[in-house]
């Protein structure tokens, strides 16, 4: 038994500057996960599962239940990605993803499973302790048992007849692979009571084991992407049904806009509510439609590394799924689209109803302005009226007292005749109360 391990970080050279601290990390991602070296005849049992809710602890101590690995410890796990090789030929590879981990199991094609044979029994695996598939943590997404058979491509079309039998007799899909063709697969796509879908390679003898390893790999993957991004299919389907109400509500709401027919709080309120609801679905749902788009670009890309060439008699693996997978992705894309659009028009509509009533408002505040300005002027003039009167009122009771004391001293024997004292006061107690009143208001409007 034996770990295959990323090789550690060189220290720095000392004809160079120093490294980056990322350099290292960058330059090997180019090396992680190297395919496999699988010697023919070989059977590959792999397995992909959903990790949502799995921690690493929990499969390292999954992992730990194999054969010799009770050593193993979470710094061998840190790098996703961990190959365990054991005698025999049997190798064991981990690969944790974003939202998946996969589980690859190769060992030596049991006797008498190879081409010709009719639905061979691939199972139990020698290696795996009893339940160990079954108790894998997470959620499987993803199973296939993949045999690869050294055989000559002299005849695609008989070998394809020979593969028959090694599905059951069921409708089979093939391609050659490589220009020039290097291999052939074969596969029904058909999920069996284990669980399992099985696909056939056909090498010639001489392939080597790099190259064995590949093709594993590129069909493996292909399959894994094209369930990982079938996950939006169902969720596309789920937002059908309020995508369709929202569409209509929008179009309810603009025509009352266009006919004024309710208030346009209230349609400013309901156009709100339904932009919440919106963007309830585009946050709700946003990961998996991108995270869909990325692996469709996978699976095309992954297609195209096969370089399928079509066997007479029957479809390519590549035409077999876009007649299918390709419909698919365009529903997932399409409501996509129809959701950021509606969320686009939405808003729109929600800016000018916002400007109609903004409009409205300020329509209101200037014509209460202009009330207040009214009322200013109105209430400035009987402002001033009151200030006469209170001049002149001011002015009555400080000539009445003057006449007062006037006749208070006539009677004192001082020789003085009020009347005319009070008159010729008047002018002046006049003026007096006049700039009294003049200051006052002043300092009250220069007050902050």
């Not at 010799?68 to 840190?78: A, F």
């Not at 007799?169 to 291999?183: D, F, I, K, T, Y």
């Not at 208070?408 to 009143?437: C, F, N, Q, Y």
Request: hydrophobic share 45%.
């Amino acid at each position: 038994m034996s770990h295959d391990w990323p090789a550690p970080p060189l220290s720095d050279s000392p004809v160079l500057p120093p490294d980056d601290e990322r350099r290292r990390v960058l330059h090997e991602e180019i090396h992680a996960r190297p395919p496999a070296r699988i010697r023919l005849p070989a059977l590959v049992v792999y397995v992909a599962v959903l990790n949502d809710g799995v921690s690493r602890a929990e499969e390292l101590e999954h992992l730990r239940r194999l054969p010799g690995q009770q050593g193993l410890g979470p710094d061998d796990l840190e790098r996703n990605f961990v190959r365990l090789r054991f005698g025999g030929g049997y190798t064991l590879k981990w690969e944790r993803h974003t939202e998946f981990t996969r589980y690859s199991l190769v060992q030596p094609l049991p006797e008498g499973a190879g081409l010709g044979a009719r639905e061979p029994v691939l199972q139990p695996h020698p290696l795996l302790p009893p339940g160990w598939l079954a108790t894998i943590p997470g959620r499987t997404l993803c199973a296939v048992e993949l045999a690869i058979d050294p055989q000559r491509l002299n005849d695609p079309v008989a070998l394809l007849e020979r593969a028959r039998p090694w599905f059951g007799g069921r409708p089979v899909v093939a391609s050659l692979l490589g220009q020039p063709s290097h291999s052939m697969v074969v596969t029904d796509f058909h999920l069996r009571p284990d669980g399992f879908e099985r696909m056939l390679v056909l090498a010639p003898p001489t392939t080597s084991e790099t190259r064995a390893g590949r093709i594993t790999a590129r069909l493996l993957e292909l399959e894994t992407y094209r369930m990982m991004a079938l996950l939006g299919l169902p969720v596309a389907k789920t937002l059908a049904g309020p995508l369709a109400e929202g569409e209509a509500e929008l179009a309810r709401l603009t025509a009352e806009m266009q006919a004024k027919a309710a208030s346009d709080q209230v349609l400013l309120d309901a156009l709100v509510a339904l932009a919440a609801r919106i963007e309830h679905h585009i946050a709700g749902h946003g990961y998996r439609f991108s995270a869909t788009r990325a692996y469709e670009r996978i699976v095309q890309q992954r297609a195209a590394e096969l370089r399928q060439q079509p066997i007479p008699g029957t479809q390519t693996i590549s035409e077999f799924m876009q007649r299918r997978f390709a419909p698919a992705m365009a529903t997932v894309a399409s409501v996509e689209q129809r959701l950021a659009a509606l969320s686009q028009r939405v808003a729109r509509a929600s800016a000018l109803l916002r400007t109609r009533v903004d409009i409205a408002r300020e329509e209101q505040n200037r014509q209460l302005l202009e009330k207040l300005t009214r009322g200013q002027t109105l209430q400035l003039r009987l402002q001033t009226t009151v200030e006469g009167l209170s001049i002149a009122a001011i002015s009555y009771y400080v000539i009445s007292l003057v006449l007062y004391g006037a006749k208070a001293l006539k009677s004192a024997g001082v020789p003085l005749h009020p009347e005319l004292t009070a008159g010729a006061l008047m002018p002046l107690v006049l003026w007096a109360v006049w700039r009294t009143t003049r200051r006052i208001h002043a300092k009250l409007h220069d007050a902050p």
